[in-house]
Structure formats: structure tokens, C-alpha cells
């Protein structure tokens, strides 16, 4: 039966792949920041509508989930997940579906998600009279910023009426190429908090040091020390991450400033230690800058927690996949100190996030996410419809 399910839905992929290929060329060129993707939001309804598929909007703002029922008595669910937001990017490629909104692009593949969610909705709904059971579709916003809209639709209660067996979320990796996808059962993606950092000092002239109390010299102690956080209280086989990107100290050749700004980046897969290593740093950067003579404003905005998927979802998951792509175009992924908010879903539910290949066979579209040339093969979107519809049907026990 699995086979015969695998074949409809590949026939279904394969007769609206140019209206998904439509979709996604206008969702890249319209694309919306964190939280204000009004007519992105706009759109997905309008196609939702136009597809029979009633659905519930301004979920955390722009927000939209629906259900799709199948037939019979089978009342298990499962969820499905795309990401709608884009990133303050300039695009400097030069598609014919460029964004128009200046300043603003789908640098990281959040329109081949929408786009695959909405192409499968339609495969699961045009299908509905041969499957059971029912799939949740979830149409996110704000993943690239905290507090993430994952967090917020959660609170909201889009799962409280029903609470879905599993969620299945996919995300685009131009290290695969397009028609291939990959799987890392357990732990997967880093937690993520930023830390904002004031040190506060009494500037005064660079030839006068004795004068001040040098908060760039303070800031330079800090940093370096601070690694210690990563280098000698951790555990060496529990990979962390601490970065600092952003050190503003706004003097000149012969003024020593004020005070200094620190921003950077905290990563871990556990949960316990993360909560150590927060006191840790707080203490560590207190008491240098106490000793130095300085004083210190220690923020640290908790981020995304650690994504975890769950190793039989995900097990299984790897083998729908096999079944409808074939094993070679499976292919297993190490552990990532990225960040994704999808990681909240896993955290109340059996979750499996997955890799979606998106570059060309000649090596084209192969930038980085959150490159400005970033882009895709667009041959990507059918093995993303087809697999997401096909990922649901299977785990609702349709065999």
C-alpha cells in the first residue's frame, strides 16, 4: 500500500510543480521581516482558500495553522511546520524573482518551506479520501529573531484542542543537491543566547591613562577570559560555543571612551550546563571588571533551547524517506551549532527536523544560507512536497 501511496503522490508532485515553482518565485520576491510578514500571511491564506482548505489566521500575528481530516475513524495527528519570516539582506544575485522589498530576503530558504507546505497541503487535500487520520499544517513566523514564533504559537494553543503524535519540519542545506535530504536522530542543533554587554569605565585622554579607568583595556581581559567558560569548564566532549561579534568602543587614536559595548553569541547541547555556564559567565565578568575598576551591565537574552529529535520519529522518518527517494538520496548529518526555534516543538512533542538538498549537480546554488546570492535548484520543491505529504501519511500508520 505504501507503494501505491508513494506513487499518487509523486503523480500529484510532478502535476503542480510549476504551481509550487510559481509560489515560491513569489514568496522570494516578497519577502517579510520577523513578525511583519502581512502579505506574505496574505498569500498563504489566499492559497489555502483557493486549495478548499479552511484555516485559522493572526496566530501570533501572522501566524496560520489548518487541519486537514482524512477519512475514516483514525483520529491520530500529525504536524507539519514551515517558517515564513526572511532576513535584512541584500540580495545581490540577480533571479528574475529578485526580491523587489529592498534590504529585505528569503536568504534562508524560508519561501522553499512555505512553498513545499503549501504543495503538500494540497497533495494531503486532494488525497484526503485515501489516508487516515489528520495533518496539521503550521505556518510560522519570526523563527529568525527571539523569542522566536515557535515559542509565541505554542502559548498561543495551536495544539491544545489536539495534540499532534509528531511534528516534521524540514529546512534547506545547499551541502546536499537537490532530490536528497538528510537525518541525524537525538540531539541536533545548539541552544543560542545572546549576550549584551556594557563595560563602564571613566574615559579620558589616550596620553593620560593614569587618569582613567580604561574600559577597552577592562573589555580586552574580558574577552579573553572569558573563553574559559568554554575551554576549561566544560565538558570537552559537550560541545559549547562562545562568540563575540560586535565590540564597540567608539574612542579615537587619543580618547579613551567612556565605556565599551559587547555583543556575542553563547551555544551548547545541554540544557543543565547551559544553565551553569549563564551563572558562570555572570560571575566571572562581574568580578574581573570589579577588579579592574570598572563597572559591568551582564545581560543574557535566553535564546532557542537545544532541538532534539526524537530518535524512533526520526529513525522512522529516514526510513519514509528511503522508501520514497531510495537510499541513495538519504544521507546522515553530524550535530550543528546553528540555532532553530523548531527546537521549542520538540521540547512538548516527538519532533524530527530534517535537511532538504537544494544545490545543482554542476555546483551551482551552492552558497550558504544567509548568503546574499543565496538561492536553490528549484528541483528541491517536488522532493520537498512529495516527502513532506509522504513523512505524514506514513507516521499516521497509512501503510
Not at 509560489?23 to 502579505?39: C, G, T
Not at 504536524?79 to 528569503?106: C, F, Q, W
Not at 579620558?204 to 593614569?210: I, V
Request: charged share 20%; glycine share 10%.
Amino acid at each position: 500500500m505504501s507503494g501505491i501511496m508513494k506513487d499518487k503522490i509523486q503523480e500529484k508532485a510532478s502535476m503542480i510543480v510549476d504551481s509550487v515553482r510559481n509560489i515560491r518565485r513569489h514568496l522570494h520576491q516578497h519577502p517579510e521581516l520577523s513578525f511583519k510578514e502581512y502579505q506574505t500571511s496574505d498569500f498563504i491564506s489566499g492559497q489555502l482558500t483557493e486549495f478548499g482548505i479552511e484555516h485559522t489566521r493572526g496566530i501570533a500575528g501572522t501566524g496560520i495553522t489548518a487541519v486537514i481530516a482524512g477519512r475514516g475513524q483514525h483520529h491520530k495527528r500529525v504536524a507539519l511546520r514551515a517558517d515564513i519570516d526572511a532576513l535584512p539582506i541584500s540580495e545581490t544575485g540577480n533571479p528574475s524573482y529578485k526580491s523587489v522589498n529592498e534590504g529585505v530576503m528569503h536568504a534562508c530558504g524560508h519561501d522553499v518551506h512555505t512553498a513545499s507546505l503549501l504543495g503538500a497541503a494540497r497533495i494531503l487535500h486532494e488525497l484526503r479520501d485515501q489516508w487516515d487520520g489528520s495533518v496539521q499544517l503550521v505556518f510560522q513566523p519570526g523563527e529568525e529573531v527571539l523569542p522566536g514564533g515557535a515559542s509565541l504559537m505554542i502559548r498561543e494553543g495551536i495544539f491544545e484542542a489536539h495534540k499532534p503524535a509528531a511534528i516534521f519540519g524540514q529546512h534547506v542545506f545547499p551541502e546536499l543537491p537537490a532530490g536528497t535530504v538528510g537525518f541525524r536522530a537525538g540531539t541536533y542543533m545548539a541552544s543560542c543566547d545572546e549576550l549584551y554587554i556594557t563595560v563602564k569605565g571613566r574615559g579620558g585622554h589616550g596620553a593620560k591613562p593614569d587618569k582613567t579607568i580604561d574600559p577597552v583595556l577592562i573589555t580586552a581581559h574580558l574577552i579573553v577570559s572569558m573563553q574559559q567558560v568554554v575551554s576549561r569548564w566544560s565538558n570537552p566532549q559537550m560541545p559549547s560555543v562562545l562568540s563575540f561579534g560586535k565590540v564597540i568602543a567608539n574612542g579615537a587614536t587619543n580618547i579613551i571612551p567612556n565605556e565599551v559595548l559587547i555583543h556575542g553569541t553563547f551555544r551548547t547541547f545541554d540544557e543543565t550546563w547551559r544553565k551553569d555556564a549563564h551563572q558562570r559567565m555572570s560571575h566571572l565578568a562581574q568580578s574581573l571588571v570589579d577588579g579592574m575598576g570598572g563597572e559591568i551591565d551582564f545581560r543574557i537574552d535566553v535564546g532557542y533551547p537545544v532541538l532534539r529529535n526524537e530518535p524512533a520519529l526520526t529513525l522512522r522518518a529516514k526510513e519514509y524517506a528511503t522508501e520514497y527517494l531510495g537510499k541513495s538520496n538519504v544521507a546522515d548529518l553530524e550535530m550543528r551549532t546553528t540555532a532553530e526555534d523548531f527546537a521549542y516543538y520538540s521540547h512538548i512533542m516527538p519532533a524530527c527536523f530534517y535537511r532538504l538538498g537544494t544545490s545543482s549537480a554542476d555546483g551551482k546554488n551552492s552558497y550558504p544560507v544567509h548568503h546574499s546570492s543565496f538561492d536553490i535548484d528549484e528541483d528541491a520543491l517536488i522532493t520537498g512536497m512529495g516527502l513532506m505529504a509522504y513523512e505524514a501519511i506514513r507516521e499516521l500508520g497509512n501503510t
